[in-house]
């Protein structure tokens, strides 16, 4: 288990995680410590875990809002894949519908042939 130090609103906060995540976490902590101080720029000194639970919440909404947006999108591609497959469906059952029309046209022209000759129509038979 790693241990790692970040700074956040000024002070030092040492903290275990993962190894090979330690900058991941450096990264979440710079994150939350930039939001601090947007807020306390904001709003000035309304004291540290005032701001601290602000940029919790402001940042637990920014991940809501990114959660719903994602899910939307998820929707979207369900969506548009389930068109393109349709959309391919279509496609093979268009070129089923072709083989199919020159088979029976095939088969017409054959009983035409073979009634016009006398000859007793046996399908599939050459």
Sequence with gaps: MAQVTVTIAGRSYRMACDDGQEEHLRELGRMLDEKIEELRGAFGEI??????????????DELAETRRRVASLEREVQLLSSSEHEEQI???????????????????ARTRNQDSTGAEATPGLD
């Excluded at 279509?90 to 017409?108: P, Q, Y």
């Design 47 to 60: 004291g540290d875990m005032r701001l601290a639970v602000m940029a919790a919440i402001t940042m637990a």
């Design 90 to 108: 279509a496609r093979a059952l268009d070129g089923v519908a072709g083989r199919l029309e020159r088979i029976a046209s095939d088969l017409n």
